[in-house]
């Protein structure tokens, strides 16, 4: 059976993870998705475990060693992005993966990106490698997404709204499950 690890990157009291106005915090956003997530890829068979806690910040070597542990099939961090201090005008979708990532990373990069491009109707910022704790630091497939930008007012009044958590939340588990029918 499959095993997917879904994280909401950060922690519910992560210093500056918020929109300039205060109304939003990043987990709020991040954990809302991944528990939609979770829900979509259990109804099609699949096993899904949580790297994030809502009591606390778990640290990112925490996070990796667990699922490093549990031995899953791929980790997906889930997050919204940000810009400077205060409102800013960059936007969009952007997927990250390691530097060095494996095959099998950048085509789950590349699916879940081309899901939440489609499904969302935002900026198309593409598949970007970054050397991010949880990408390196895993031993399976994984991927780092960012579903649209906290510093962006429009962007903002998204990440905020229960429509666009779910667009987000089908759009992540479509590609994974696209990722996973075609391995």
């Not at 993870?17 to 998705?33: C, I, M, Q, W």
Request: glycine share 6%.
């Amino acid at each position: 059976m499959t095993l997917i690890i879904l994280d909401a990157g950060h922690g519910p009291d992560t210093p500056g993870k918020r929109t300039p106005d205060g109304k939003l915090r990043e987990y709020h956003f991040n954990s809302a998705v991944a528990a939609l997530v979770c829900g979509l890829l259990t109804k099609e068979g699949m096993t899904v475990k949580y790297t994030h806690d809502s009591s606390r910040d778990v640290p990112l070597s925490e996070r990796t060693t667990s699922a490093n542990q549990m031995k899953a099939d791929a980790f997906i961090s889930i997050h919204a992005n940000a810009f400077g201090n205060g409102w800013h005008t960059a936007q969009g979708i952007e997927t990250y993966i390691y530097p060095q990532a494996s095959k099998s990373s950048a085509t789950l990069a590349s699916v879940v990106q081309k899901s939440l491009i489609s499904a969302c109707q935002r900026p198309d910022r593409g598949v970007k490698r970054a050397n991010f704790a949880v990408l390196r630091d895993t031993n399976m497939p994984a991927i780092l997404v960012e579903c649209g930008f906290m510093s962006n007012q429009t962007e903002a009044v998204l990440l905020q709204s229960k429509a666009y958590q779910h667009q987000c939340a089908r759009a992540i588990a479509f590609g994974i499950l696209c990722w996973e029918y075609a391995r």
